[in-house]
């Protein structure tokens, strides 16, 4: 039972590049996330899907781009990519959005340089 | 504007007994609140949650208290092991709607022998 699984483990860019994130869980939930970690700042999500079919705006969504493929997967795209994007980046998913436990993916470290 | 704190970034406490982890919020709709853990190079867990209904939640030697008035939460830990030293994140949301879970930067618990 592998969870929430985060492809790629480790990503560096150069400025302006663009990459895809993937994410897909074997949970059957209804909601998907992504989040950032930075230092000193606590996780802070970037987009979130309640559902298949929909997407919405996080705190810090600027620069960035989801896919709600379907229920199963969810990806985070960087269209051209920045410094101030370098950051520690975590997928989630729960049952049903706002009323049950977020379970994380491992996380994709991205450097960009 | 940080609306879940965590003031304390590290903590050390010798095996055997109590880890005390803080958490203070600010925005007065939050109902549903929630301690993860991470170990390095993993996402985080879920370790326990309690809604505002409640002042105390136990789940093992983990207990959750909430001061509602005081907008105050507290994670006691009960004997530490060493395989409790990681970073413990709260997190803070209103139960069953379409809003999103607000993390606090973390406190890293180191537990010595």
């Known amino acids: 039972n592998a969870g929430v699984t985060q492809t790629p483990k480790f990503q560096v860019l150069k400025t302006g590049q663009s990459m895809t994130l993937q994410c897909a869980q074997d949970?059957?939930?209804?909601?998907m996330y992504w989040y950032r970690q930075d230092p000193g700042m606590g996780l802070r999500l970037i987009y979130y899907?309640?559902?298949?079919?929909?997407?919405d705006k996080g705190e810090v969504p600027n620069g960035y781009n989801v896919s709600r493929l379907n229920k199963r997967e969810f990806s985070l795209r960087l269209e051209s990519a920045a410094p101030s994007q370098t950051s520690v980046y975590f997928c989630?998913?729960?049952?049903?959005?706002?009323?049950?436990?977020?379970?994380f993916g491992n996380g994709t470290r991205l450097t960009v340089t | 504007d940080q609306q879940v704190k965590q003031n304390s970034p590290s903590l050390s406490v010798q095996e055997g007994r109590i880890s005390i982890l803080n958490c203070d919020y600010t925005?007065?709709?939050?109902?549903?609140f929630l301690w993860y853990k991470k170990y390095p190079a993993e996402g985080p867990t879920f370790l326990i949650s309690?809604?505002?209904?409640?002042d105390k939640n136990e789940d093992g030697r983990f207990t959750v208290f909430l001061n509602k008035s005081a907008k105050h939460l507290s994670l006691h830990i009960v004997p530490s092991q060493p395989g409790d030293s990681a970073v413990y994140f709260c997190?803070?949301?209103?139960?069953?709607?379409?809003?999103?879970?607000?993390f606090g930067t973390g406190t890293r618990l180191q537990v010595t022998l």
């Open positions: 989630a998913s729960s049952e049903v959005q706002g009323s049950s436990p977020l379970h």
């Open positions: 949970m059957n939930h209804n909601s």
């Open positions: 899907s309640a559902s298949e079919g929909t997407t």
């Open positions: 925005n007065s709709m939050f109902d549903y």
């Open positions: 309690i809604s505002s209904i409640k």
């Open positions: 997190a803070a949301g209103s139960y069953g709607t379409a809003s999103k879970l607000t």
